[in-house]
């Protein structure tokens, strides 16, 4: 479940293994992605719409957060 208010911690950790981390939005609502400070009301973050998938090349804490309730995330990593 992706929420509504701001992270208090990373929703993916950080991996120094990590090559790639792909998201998809299974919810009922656009979700953001981003560091701290993500917020998609200010569009600050990368936008996953709902049924989209967003591939990042990054071993940083990846942040979400969702503009609505009943939202849903698949995560996968793909490491060294």
Known sequence: TVNTAAPGAATI???ASRRTVIIQNNGANPIWAGDTNVDGANNRGILIP???TLILDSEAA???RAT???ST???MELTK
């Open 50 to 52: 709902v049924g989209d």
């Open 68 to 70: 609505g309730a009943a």
């Open 62 to 64: 990846i942040y979400l």
């Open 73 to 75: 995330a698949s995560i």
């Open 13 to 15: 950790a950080a991996n």
